[in-house]
């Protein structure tokens, strides 16, 4: 049985000072065995970043670049619309992708009634020693419809879902639900991704799809716990707003209760730092 007819790919490639870390990302991208576009959006960086990406050679890397620092939400968003295939997959400049991982996605959307898919992902330090492995997708893999899909990342958050580069969906899609909403830096990619779900159905593929880096360098590091917390109750509201049909009421009691149950175990996490710091507090 052949394959199934691949629509235009474009992997886009967001960086920002990643000189230490984007040749590795884009060795991974350029071994997919795939046509597709690989469009690197340098965002100002002043540490070389994009002088390395030309000097990769490979005619099927397209080079922009910025030239005021834009926000990250602007910039992912420009990233995305410069691009020009019908099927998009970001990948941050310090992440890697799996063997395969471009071609199998794009033949699981070769079905129009898929609007996202995501595989599951590894942990990996700032020197690439594995942290973590097959993460992520808890009870959502195979062919999964919109509202549970909604449902979860309402009540459970993103970090049991997967990163932006483990998943890909149509360019058609993205247009529609209006891009990444640039309040949300933490939550930004599952934001989307639940607006997305108005367009067709998820399926989540079992296999190592992408290498999410745990580094000092990335953005959530300088948000404090309490924001990001903060951060994913204001997405959770704005979604059962937007998408009354796929996010209920339940949902956000769900995700209310976690998000409280996350913020006072980071209050007694703190504490207890305090206190083994400064004994003399008790």
């Known amino acids: 049985m052949s394959s199934p007819t691949r629509a235009p790919i474009s992997v886009v490639v967001p960086a920002y000072n990643s000189a230490r870390t984007i040749a590795e990302t884009l060795r991974s991208v350029l071994a997919q065995d795939v046509d597709m576009e690989v469009l690197v959006l340098d965002n100002a960086s002043t540490d070389g970043t994009g002088d390395i990406v030309r000097s990769v050679g490979d005619p099927r890397v397209v080079v922009h670049r910025n030239e005021a620092l834009l926000p990250l939400g602007d910039n992912w968003n420009r990233a995305v619309r410069l691009s020009r295939g019908e099927l998009v997959k970001l990948v941050c400049a310090d992440d890697l992708l799996g063997p395969g991982t471009v071609a199998e996605q794009a033949d699981v959307l070769a079905d129009p009634g898929v609007a996202l898919v995501a595989s599951r992902h ?62 949300y830096v933490f939550c930004m990619d599952v934001d989307l991704f639940a ?88």
Request: net charge positive.
């Open 122 to 183: 590894e942990v990996i330090d700032e020197s690439g020693r594995v942290l973590g492995r097959d993460l992520g997708l808890g009870g959502l893999l195979g062919r999964v419809p919109s509202r549970r899909l909604v449902a979860t990342l309402v009540r459970r958050g993103p970090i049991d879902f997967a990163p932006t580069a483990a998943t890909m969906w149509r360019r058609t899609g993205f247009d529609r639900a209006g891009g990444f909403r640039g309040r």
């Open 195 to 282: 607006r997305i779900m108005r367009y067709g159905e998820f399926v989540g593929t079992p296999g190592h799809g992408a290498s999410w880096r745990e580094s000092r360098f990335n953005v959530s590091r300088t948000r404090s716990s309490l924001s990001k917390l903060s951060e994913m109750r204001s997405s959770n509201y704005q979604l059962r707003r937007d998408l009354p049909g796929l996010v209920g009421r339940s949902d956000l009691l769900a995700g209310d209760v976690r998000l409280v149950r996350a913020g006072l175990e980071r209050v007694r996490v703190r504490s207890l730092a305090t206190v083994r710091a400064r004994p003399e507090v008790v």
